[in-house]
Each structure stands twice: as structure tokens, then as C-alpha cells.
């Protein structure tokens, strides 16, 4: 039976998440249980998982407050799901010893951590820390240009979130390694540059324009509609990318010449 290393990683992932999970879960009912001597399993459950308790429902409206406030242990069951034979919590519970949080090893060591950081720094190999940084470098230049205050123009948003997809796509395989010498990522992430630097210049177009009409936002959209559509004839007309023209755009008394 054949396991890619994508799955791999996902097996040993969850592997990873289900062990944190139970060593914290351990955690809290040790400490739980040093800190109430006398609870039981139902007492833990009430406290850490209030969804998985339910209450019986008092049938004398005339029972007073002060008798409710006394009534102890409370009146209810365990869920179903914690009511099952076998159930892990249960069985958590049993073999958890009592012991205070301040005298538990600690579930996240920094110190361990830190040289497994720099032992993987260590190891890496040249190609593999500059997909990293390549892919770090495109997902931050993608978020500067997201947080670029340009007003509500629904083209802009529209290029910037089909911008977001698209270096998702075209850097799938770097973060998979799934390089080789005849692998096309190479074109792909050459026309990816090229895609960033014409969105970056409608980026730049649409905050200028919301900057100087602030006050007028429905000109600013307009020109930035009509630089649009201009530049898109353009290209498919002429299919030079990068060439970015200025553009008169008129509208009743204004003529403005706006230019990158």
C-alpha cells in the first residue's frame, strides 16, 4: 500500500493534535481533581464540558431559590455521548492522578521546541528554504496590497481577492515540493509576477483616486471604472502586459489626467 507524503504528513498531523488534545485534557483533570478532593466524574464534566450535562427540569414552580442554591449534588444525567461504554473521557478520569497544576510538567516546553526550530534551520536544504521564502514573500505582498485603503471599488476588490486565488494555486506545488527540472512552476510564478505588478499599479490607481475625490467617491469610481475598461481593451488588443497608458477621463466640467 502506497502513502504520498502529503498524506503522511496529514496522518502524523492528526496523530499530533489528538495526543495534545488528551495530554491537555489530562492535564485538567488532574488539577481538577487536586483542587476538589471529593468530585466525581459528573463534577468534572459540569465544570469543563457544560454542553454534555443535562439538568432535569424542576416540575414545582414553587420550589424556592434558597432550597435550589442547597439542592447538591444537582439533578441530571451525562449526554449520551459521555454515557457511552467505553467512553475516553471516563477513562481519562480514572487515570488521571490528583495532582496541582504548579506541579505538573509543563505541557509546552519552550525550551525543546526552540532547538527543534533550529535544528530543522539547521538541515534544510538550499531549495527547499527558498520555496519558503518565495512563498512568503508573494503571501505578504498579497496581504499589503489587501490592506490598501482605496475605497469601495467592487473592480478593485474583485482583482485583489482573484489575485488571492491565484498565488494559492500557482505556489500549491512549492509547498509540496513537487519540483523538477521540467516542472512548469518556474512560467507560472514568472507570469505571477507579472500579474502583481499590473494588479499593484491598479492598486496604487484606486487609492490615489480615493485619496484626492474623498469627497466625491462616486467620481473616483467612475475613473477608476473607465481606466479599467480602457486598459483591458488595451491589453486584448494589443496583448502587451505591463504597458499601462494614461488615461482622460471625462465626466460633465472635469478632465482629469490621471497617471501612475
Known amino acids: 500500500m502506497y502513502i504520498s507524503q502529503n498524506e503522511l504528513c496529514d496522518f502524523l498531523l492528526q496523530n499530533l493534535s489528538a495526543r495534545l488534545e488528551r495530554e491537555i485534557l489530562l492535564s485538567d483533570m488532574s488539577a481538577f481533581k487536586a483542587a476538589n478532593p471529593d468530585a466525581v466524574f459528573e463534577d468534572f464534566i459540569r465544570w469543563h464540558s457544560p454542553g454534555d450535562w443535562e439538568s432535569d ?124 527540472r521540467d516542472s512548469e512552476v518556474f512560467e507560472d510564478l514568472k507570469q505571477l509576477c507579472a500579474t502583481f505588478g499590473n494588479i499593484e499599479r491598479f492598486t496604487i490607481l484606486a487609492a490615489s483616486l480615493h485619496r484626492k475625490f474623498i469627497r466625491a467617491p462616486r467620481l473616483s469610481r467612475e475613473i477608476f471604472s473607465d481606466y479599467n475598461n480602457f486598459y483591458c481593451l488595451k491589453i486584448g488588443n494589443s496583448a502587451v502586459e505591463g504597458d499601462i497608458p494614461k488615461v482622460n477621463c471625462l465626466r460633465g466640467s472635469f478632465h482629469v489626467i490621471v497617471a501612475l
Not at 62 to 91: A, C, I, Q, Y
Not at 109 to 123: C, F, P, Q, S, V
Request: net charge negative; aromatic share 6%.
Open 57 to 180: 427540569a424542576i416540575e414545582d414552580s414553587r420550589v424556592s431559590e434558597t432550597k435550589m442554591n442547597n439542592d447538591w449534588p444537582p439533578r441530571g444525567r451525562l449526554s449520551s455521548r459521555m454515557s457511552e461504554h467505553g467512553n475516553f473521557w471516563r477513562k481519562l478520569w480514572n487515570d488521571a492522578p490528583a495532582l496541582a497544576a504548579s506541579e505538573q510538567k509543563p505541557l509546552f516546553d519552550a525550551n525543546r521546541e526552540g532547538e527543534k526550530i533550529l535544528h530543522y534551520l539547521e538541515t534544510l536544504q538550499p531549495h527547499q528554504l527558498l520555496e519558503q521564502m518565495v512563498c512568503a514573500a508573494f503571501r505578504a505582498t498579497a496581504e499589503t496590497l489587501n490592506q490598501t485603503s482605496f475605497g469601495d471599488v467592487d473592480q478593485m476588490k474583485s482583482k485583489l481577492d482573484q489575485l488571492c486565488l491565484t498565488v494559492a494555486s500557482m505556489l500549491r506545488p512549492l509547498q509540496g515540493n513537487q519540483l523538477s
